[in-house]
């Protein structure tokens, strides 16, 4: 079957071809990529408009129909490569509780087959959280405890098991934290 067509039948198909290009591209930025227009038993396609309703009435050898410049949505595509790393965010607030040592030192004499103490404290308020303690001098003298007696110091006792009285150096020293009101503790 031979179809012959007139110059001008086919200057405006390529004109309503061209209109449909053209505007598809500015109905796409719009985001409204449905068309509609009418197509006869020729196959010419007339009437085109953006939207649902043809620009005018189709005739009684044309038929309506609908299209879209977008088509189907495509198979989601493999995941991209890692973004680089953001920037570091801003510094937080300072910290409401904060640790240091308490060191006390003391020279003692001490008896023979005796016992001594000695407290060693955190500032007023703060809380006593650990403890270590030395002894300079001689072996047979001992820390036999450190026991913590309030919220903020540690009692520490040596005993010297020897028959002599004894003159040495101990010390003391208590981890402390540094409490922020309303949480520091009544000595």
Not at 118 to 140: H, L, Q
Request: hydrophobic share 35%.
């Amino acid at each position: 079957m031979v179809i012959i067509r007139s110059r001008w039948t086919i200057a405006a198909s390529a004109f309503v071809v061209g209109a449909v290009v053209f505007l598809g591209g500015a109905v796409i930025a719009n985001g409204d990529d449905t068309y509609t227009g009418c197509l006869n038993n020729g196959g010419n396609l007339t009437n085109i408009a953006i939207g649902t309703e043809p620009a005018s009435p189709c005739r009684g050898d044309s038929e309506a129909i609908t299209w879209s410049a977008t088509g189907p949505t495509g198979p989601v595509g493999p995941q991209g490569p890692d973004g680089a790393d953001g920037a570091d965010g801003a510094p937080g607030p300072a910290g409401s509780i904060g640790f240091y040592k308490h060191v006390e030192n003391f020279d003692w004499v001490v008896r023979a087959h005796t016992t001594n103490f000695e407290d060693v404290y955190c500032d007023t308020g703060d809380f006593a959280t650990g403890f270590g303690g030395s002894i300079g001098g001689i072996n047979d003298v001992e820390l036999i405890y450190a026991s913590q007696q309030g919220n903020n110091y540690y009692r520490f006792s040596w005993r010297n098991s020897t028959d002599t009285d004894e003159t040495l150096g101990v010390g003391g020293q208590v981890m402390c934290a540094d409490i922020a009101a309303p949480y520091r503790a009544t000595p």
